[in-house]
C-alpha cells in the first residue's frame, strides 16, 4: 500500500534545529495516522510523535514535548517533524511509521519508511 521515504537528517550541534519530512507514494495517504520513531544505539525503535490526519489531534513523548513539532499537508502526501532545541540525547535514525491509530507501540503502524540519520553534537 503506502510506501514512506525520510528526508531531512543531518549532523548538528546541541541547540540547533532540523526538519524532517516524510512523503508517502501514493496521491493520498492510505493510513489515518502518521508517526515518527527513532532508534537510538539499542535494538528498539521509540515513539516521538504522532498526528492523526483527521483532525489533526497530535501526540508526542515527553521526552520531546515542547521542543518537536508534527504537521502533515495531505495534498503532498507528506508528514513533517520540527525538531528544535536538539539534544545529543536527540540522536538516532528516524523514521516515519503510518498506521490506523494513534499508538506509542511500532508494531501497531503497518508502514514504515527506511530512516534519517540525526546526529546531535555535544
Known amino acids: 500500500q503506502v510506501h514512506l521515504a525520510e528526508s531531512g537528517g543531518g549532523l548538528v550541534q546541541a541547540g540547533e534545529s532540523l526538519r524532517l519530512s516524510c512523503t508517502a507514494s501514493e496521491r493520498t495517504f492510505t493510513s489515518a495516522v502518521m508517526a515518527w520513531f527513532r532508534r537510538a544505539p539499542g535494538p528498539e525503535r521509540e515513539f516521538v510523535a504522532a498526528?492523526?490526519?483527521?483532525?489533526?489531534?497530535?501526540y508526542y513523548a515527553d521526552s520531546v514535548k515542547g521542543r518537536f513539532t508534527i504537521s502533515s499537508e495531505n495534498a503532498k502526501n507528506t508528514v513533517y517533524l520540527q525538531m528544535d532545541s536538539l539534544k545529543p540525547e536527540d540522536t538516532g535514525v528516524y523514521y516515519c511509521a503510518a498506521g490506523a491509530r494513534a499508538t506509542l507501540r511500532e508494531i501497531t503502524y503497518a508502514h514504515w519508511g527506511q530512516g534519517t540519520q540525526v546526529t546531535v553534537s555535544s
Open positions: 498526528q492523526r490526519l483527521s483532525g489533526g489531534a497530535t
